[in-house]
């Protein structure tokens, strides 16, 4: 009989932890938001990164781009739909190592009601146990990307060819920025 695997568990820190995405619009420039309520747990004992489980849920009303009239209409029907979908989430299904802390996380990501496989490549570092002055938590980071398709999740707003492009560009690209603290030193 198999044993079960035991791993630590780490609470994704809120305060120091955010979503943000790239989008280029009028294929002139990049439009950057950020997404600043993330939760969820990390299950990992560094280095054994193929046993790493990753559970996220980001909160679609805490969206902001800078510019308020653009939050409104990207939490509105024709991107995030935010009375709908409050919510976007990932869950790992396969971790693997690159090497060197470096590592390539894929699972699904859930976003405006839709669910696609995605591969997230970055790092993580640490654990490192913190000063009693900041709180004395034994933390880890982890930052990673991946580049999406915004219409495999039905959001094609801005999808019909104008002169020189699209209004926006079908590619978004996804930047995870987290810190987690051991579980139960919070």
């Known amino acids: 009989m198999a044993k079960a695997m ?3 568990k780490w609470t994704i820190d809120s305060d120091h932890s ?4 790239g989008i280029k619009y009028l294929m002139l420039a990049n439009v950057r938001g950020l997404i600043n309520k993330v939760a969820g747990a990390v299950y990992f004992d560094p280095p054994d990164v193929v046993n ?3 559970d996220v849920e980001m909160d679609v009303s805490s969206l902001t781009t800078g510019v308020s009239k653009r939050d409104e209409h990207l939490k509105k029907e024709d991107f995030f739909d935010a009375a709908r979908y409050p919510k976007i989430t990932f869950k790992s299904t ?3 190592s690159l090497g060197d802390r470096h590592i390539r996380i894929t699972g699904d990501l859930t976003l405006h009601g839709v669910t696609r496989q995605v591969v997230i490549e970055g790092e993580y570092n640490g654990p490192v146990k913190l000063p009693e002055a900041i709180g004395g938590e034994t933390s880890l980071g ?11 999740f039905g959001m094609k707003w801005g ?3 104008m002169e020189g492009g699209l209004m926006l560009d079908r590619e978004v690209l996804i930047t995870v920025d987290i810190e987690t603290d051991m579980a139960g030193q919070q």
């Open 52 to 54: 790493m489980d990753v």
């Open 94 to 96: 396969k971790a693997e």
């Open 18 to 21: 955010a979503v943000s995405f």
């Open 142 to 152: 982890f930052t990673g990307s991946t580049m999406i398709n915004r219409e495999d």
């Open 159 to 161: 999808s019909t060819p």
């Open 6 to 8: 035991t791993r630590t």
